[in-house]
């Protein structure tokens, strides 16, 4: 059968441990479905409530002078773990109801960006609480932190959300694949990290890199088959918040190139998943953009929007 990336979005996990766990057990029925039909899976997932509640409560520690300042980076690798503990718990004991025999692992993740991308120059990426105006003034002033103001809301922290060149645990996911284990990695896009010096030694960074651009250079260097990103909706759209809205079924790279000249995608949402879908396929290889609940259907072409190559 195929080897699948399956890439959720951290939203759609839920923004509290209780929410999550339902929200898994669904997740989980999904998955261990395609394991039956015979598919290697390897699971990536995104973090954004989630790391954003983990850097808050961090930040109000630090601030009461009752915990050491937490890098970003850290918090994201805290992330991984928890988000990791829960699926793999769900996804075991569905595999256990389904007897299906296979191990279950997260993989603390980290993934290489160029530390001259462009976007540390020109940070975009709200995280973590917003601010009234001298809050967010001392936070400038004591940690340098870059903020953006979000009319109605107040003032957010941004990052950069810089291009993934390499993932540094790729052999390790790819070894546990083979050896017929269901992997969870990548999460939240993964850990940051640049090389600081000439010795290429690694060393964390706050930024946030794009959970599906991610998943889709995975998929490239684990040779997946497939990149199945899920989402809240059944399929892409053309003029989505039109009551005239197209559903698309299957469109080539060319087609969707067009597409992307003309706006049709919305920059904060379908856009980049559209980007990596782009990144990933070739005349071998294709992407699905499909809701959690129609991925079955979506890999029969039941459902769900195909990316191909052409």
Same mark, same amino acid.
Do not use: W
């Given at each position: 059968?195929?080897?699948?990336?399956?890439?959720?979005?951290?939203?759609?996990?839920?923004?509290?441990?209780?929410?999550?766990?339902?929200?898994?057990?669904?997740a989980s029925k999904i998955i261990v479905k395609l394991i039956k039909e015979g598919h290697d899976i390897v699971i990536?997932?995104?973090?954004?409530?989630?790391?954003?509640?983990?850097?808050?409560?961090?930040?109000?520690?630090?601030?009461?002078?009752?915990?050491?300042?937490?890098?970003?980076?850290?918090?994201?690798?805290?992330?991984?773990?928890? $988000?990791?503990?829960?699926?793999?718990?769900?996804?075991?004991?569905?595999?256990?109801?389904?007897?299906?025999?296979?191990?279950?692992?997260?993989?603390? +993740?980290?993934?290489?960006?160029?530390?001259?991308?462009?976007?540390?120059?020109?940070?975009?990426?709200?995280? &973590?609480?917003?601010?009234?105006?001298?809050?967010?003034?001392?936070?400038?002033?004591?940690?340098?932190?870059?903020?953006?103001?979000?009319?109605?809301? &107040?003032?957010?922290?941004?990052?950069p959300s810089p291009i993934p060149k390499d993932i540094i645990e790729k052999r390790a996911i790819a070894t546990l694949?083979?050896? !017929?284990?269901?992997?969870?990695?990548?999460?939240?896009?993964?850990?940051?990290?640049?090389?600081?010096?000439?010795?290429?030694?690694?060393? &964390? $960074?706050?930024?946030?890199?794009?959970?599906?651009?991610?998943?889709?250079?995975?998929?490239?260097? $684990?040779?997946?088959?497939?990149?199945?990103?899920? +989402?809240?909706?059944?399929?892409?759209?053309?003029?989505?918040?039109?009551?005239?809205?197209?559903?698309?079924?299957?469109?080539?790279?060319?087609?969707?190139?067009?597409?992307?000249?003309?706006?049709?995608?919305?920059? &904060?949402?379908?856009?980049?998943?559209?980007?990596?879908?782009? !990144?990933?396929?070739?005349?071998?290889?294709?992407? $699905?953009?499909?809701?959690?609940?129609?991925?079955?259907?979506?890999?029969?072409? !039941?459902?769900?929007?195909?990316?191909?190559?052409?």
């Amino acid at each position: 059968m195929s080897k699948i990336v399956v890439a959720l979005g951290g939203n759609a996990l839920g923004d509290n441990p209780e929410i999550q766990m339902d929200n898994l057990e669904k997740a989980s029925k999904i998955i261990v479905k395609l394991i039956k039909e015979g598919h290697d899976i390897v699971i990536t997932h995104g973090n954004g409530p989630q790391v954003g509640q983990i850097a808050l409560a961090m930040e109000y520690a630090s601030a009461k002078k009752k915990t050491p300042h937490m890098p970003f980076a850290e918090c994201g690798s805290m992330s991984q773990g928890y $988000i990791g503990y829960q699926m793999q718990q769900a996804l075991q004991d569905e595999m256990e109801r389904q007897k299906v025999k296979k191990d279950c692992i997260t993989v603390i +993740t980290q993934v290489l960006v160029d530390s001259s991308d462009p976007a540390f120059q020109n940070p975009t990426k709200p995280i &973590g609480a917003y601010y009234k105006e001298e809050e967010m003034q001392k936070l400038k002033k004591e940690e340098g932190y870059e903020f953006t103001f979000i009319p109605d809301a &107040g003032y957010r922290r941004i990052v950069p959300s810089p291009i993934p060149k390499d993932i540094i645990e790729k052999r390790a996911i790819a070894t546990l694949l083979k050896e !017929n284990v269901l992997v969870i990695a990548c999460g939240g896009g993964g850990i940051p990290v640049i090389k600081k010096d000439k010795k290429e030694l690694l060393e &964390g $960074i706050d930024a946030v890199i794009d959970k599906d651009l991610s998943s889709a250079l995975l998929a490239k260097l $684990i040779d997946a088959d497939i990149l199945l990103i899920l +989402t809240s909706v059944d399929k892409v759209y053309l003029n989505y918040l039109s009551k005239d809205k197209i559903g698309l079924d299957t469109i080539k790279k060319s087609e969707a190139l067009k597409y992307i000249e003309k706006g049709e995608f919305a920059k &904060g949402s379908m856009l980049p998943k559209i980007e990596a879908c782009l !990144n990933f396929v070739d005349k071998d290889k294709y992407a $699905i953009i499909t809701s959690l609940d129609k991925a079955n259907e979506a890999l029969e072409n !039941n459902n769900g929007t195909r990316i191909i190559g052409g």
